[in-house]
């Protein structure tokens, strides 16, 4: 049996295999792309920046043999860095042409870019074949292209794009490690259960793992993962406005463009800590994690009759408008939904799910597990799937004739590209320089301090979590968690963890009471949460910043024929623990 979540411009069509056995040579190559991107670590920056950097070769590729483009590079200065470009004569195919110059571009940009990877091996074999199937002769590698050859002109591009990205800020030379940042917490070791009430509540910690496994299920030696790219803000952007950067210290200069100001920091509850926005923030996300149990009978209704279609100046801004957008028990957030499909006239139809269900769908479908193109590839992903609908008309902006294939692939990558890569710039640019703390370190920090709702009570302290009846409680004697001097602690209903799954085929975890100190989230014991600061969202930055290009490039907000769906087989999708149950 399977759960079809059928959705507008937002959400969920990853991993859909097209239908269509043809596809412009852009198109292969960024399958390409996106196949190393998945036997690669899992590092969301680095690959916004290699998918854009790649779609940089693909358009210049295409735009030096067309009339009225001009290159992003080739010939050009782009962010300070001029790349000479004598131009060859019209080709009398310039598709052929095209197709050469963008093949030797995107495989040796590939080959240096992987040339470590872990999946190297893999990633090479399948760049060789596809050169092979196209005729092309691996051993062409100079550079001079005087003598016409479009080979050498395609190695010439890549050279000047490894360039370019040794220069830019990444730090690429040095695997794109961090100079000046250090975290101010000591590492969380997981293992151990330690309460944690000596670090800074504010500021991200990092987590020591026995084995730490990352979202592409690669081992990471240590066992503590570094942070990842907090000095990114200073990488060269796309179309980034310079009058929108700041530098600011918080121990080291970060590049940070359009600041949105720091995130709630924890405050002296002197009584109910609910009215702490750091404190309700948290709780809710303990409170939500209660809604990740199969037996849980609530059900949603999914379909775009009821998610979405918000106006923007309804988004919440002050703490008071948040507590009102959230559901703080049921979770949810305020939508209108649509009242019908805009291609049909029709109503949508409801898709009622288990709450359940489509928490743990979400959850795993946006962590970037195993065999993930990240959040930038899935876009690119969920771009291609739109491409691919027999019903979408290929006009760029909506207008104007129909595009070749080739034409729309490399004006849709190159500007989905510049908008991942200068998301991942922004938002790393924050995340670098706010620092801020993960729900695993505030809850359990938190959780060992105490509760403040109430001083009568026992183990009140300013900092602790607030208590919220059927989700927030103290342990009374009694309870099945009152052993080993437990009375008087803070418990949460929440999902009971990792500890609780040998066998994630056959194993559920569900939702229990647990000691809040050992709250974890809906992850693999061997990752936990990804190893950055949690403000701002990179999930939520990417998502808006492609789905805007998205409706750019198509004139249109919503998916071809006014849906796009997403099949979820049951018991077979969820990698972390057994499911979904329908």
């Known amino acids: 049996m399977a759960m079809r979540f059928s959705v507008f411009f937002m959400l969920l069509l990853l991993s859909c295999s097209s239908v269509f056995s043809q596809h412009s040579v852009a198109r292969d190559w960024n399958e390409e792309m996106l196949h190393a991107i998945r036997n690669d670590f899992a590092r969301p920056t680095v690959?916004?920046?290699?998918?854009?950097?790649?779609?940089?070769?693909?358009?210049?590729?295409?735009?030096?043999?067309?009339?009225?483009?001009?290159?992003v590079l080739l010939g050009n200065t782009f962010q300070g860095f001029s790349v000479a470009y004598d131009p060859l004569p019209m080709p009398s195919n310039p598709d052929e042409a095209t197709h050469e110059v963008m093949s030797y571009a995107l495989y040796r940009l590939m080959q240096h870019r992987f040339k470590d990877s872990?999946?190297?091996?893999?990633?090479?074999?399948?760049i060789n074949q596809r050169m092979a199937s196209y005729g092309y002769n691996l051993f062409v590698t100079s550079t001079d292209y005087s003598d016409g050859s479009y080979a050498k002109l395609?190695?010439?591009?890549?050279?000047?794009?490894?360039?370019?990205?040794?220069?830019?800020?990444?730090?690429?030379?040095?695997?794109?490690?961090?100079?000046?940042?250090?975290?101010?917490?000591?590492?969380?070791?997981?293992?151990?259960?330690?309460?944690?009430?000596?670090i800074n509540p504010d500021r991200w910690q990092p987590l020591a793992f026995a084995s730490f496994i990352d979202q592409s299920g690669n081992i990471i030696p240590g066992g503590i993962p570094n942070f990842l790219s907090p000095e990114w803000g200073q990488v060269a952007p796309f179309a980034l406005d310079p009058d929108d950067l700041e530098i600011l210290n918080n121990g080291f200069n970060s590049y940070v463009y359009n600041d949105p100001g720091a995130p709630p920091t924890i405050q002296d509850s002197p009584a109910n800590g609910l009215t702490d926005a750091y404190k309700w923030h948290f709780a809710l996300v303990s409170a939500w994690s209660s809604h990740l149990d199969p037996s849980d009978p609530v059900r949603i209704d999914i379909s775009p009759a009821n998610l979405g279609n918000l106006d923007p100046a309804d988004w919440p801004e002050t703490f008071s408008e948040y507590q009102d957008f959230y559901d703080f028990t049921e979770g949810g957030a305020l939508s209108q939904g649509h009242d019908v499909n805009p291609v049909t006239g029709l109503p949508y139809a409801p898709q009622m799910i288990k709450r359940s269900d489509y928490a743990r769908v979400l959850a795993e479908f946006w962590a970037d597990g195993p065999d993930s193109e990240t959040p930038p590839g899935h876009w690119f992903v969920i771009a291609n799937y739109v491409s691919d609908d027999p019903l979408l008309e290929k006009r760029f902006g909506g207008e104007g004739p129909i595009l070749s294939d080739l034409e729309w692939d490399v004006k849709l990558?190159?500007?989905?590209?510049?908008?991942?890569?200068?998301?991942?710039?922004?938002?790393?640019?924050?995340?670098g320089y706010y620092d801020y703390v993960r729900p695993i370190s505030a809850l359990r920090y938190m959780a060992a301090k105490?509760?403040?709702?109430?001083?009568?009570?026992?183990?009140?302290?300013?900092?602790?979590?607030?208590?919220?009846?059927?989700?927030?409680?103290?342990i009374e004697a009694g309870d099945p968690l009152a052993a080993d001097g437990n009375i008087g602690k803070v418990k949460v209903r929440a999902w009971k963890g990792p500890d609780y799954i040998e066998d994630p085929t056959t194993?559920?975890?569900?939702?229990?009471w647990i000691l809040a100190t050992r709250w974890w989230p809906y992850q693999r014991g061997t990752f936990v949460t990804p190893p950055f600061a949690g403000y701002v969202s990179g999930h939520s930055t990417f998502s808006r910043a492609a789905a805007e290009v998205l409706t750019f490039v198509t004139g249109d907000p919503f998916f071809p024929g006014g849906m796009g769906t997403f099949e979820v087989e049951q018991d077979t999708f969820l990698f972390f623990e057994k499911g979904p149950s329908e």
């Open 47 to 71: 690959h916004a920046r290699n998918l854009f950097h790649g779609a940089i070769a693909m358009y210049d590729a295409w735009a030096i043999f067309n009339d009225t483009a001009t290159p």
């Open 507 to 512: 194993d559920i975890a569900g939702v229990d």
């Open 154 to 198: 395609g190695n010439y591009l890549a050279s000047q794009i490894i360039a370019f990205g040794l220069q830019d800020g990444s730090n690429e030379e040095n695997d794109y490690a961090s100079i000046f940042y250090a975290p101010v917490n000591p590492p969380l070791i997981l293992e151990v259960y330690d309460e944690i009430d000596h």
């Open 450 to 474: 105490g509760q403040s709702t109430d001083p009568s009570l026992p183990g009140f302290d300013p900092h602790g979590l607030p208590l919220v009846p059927g989700l927030i409680e103290l």
């Open 413 to 431: 990558y190159v500007t989905l590209g510049g908008a991942m890569h200068d998301s991942a710039v922004t938002t790393w640019g924050i995340k």
């Open 118 to 126: 872990p999946g190297a091996d893999e990633i090479f074999v399948d």
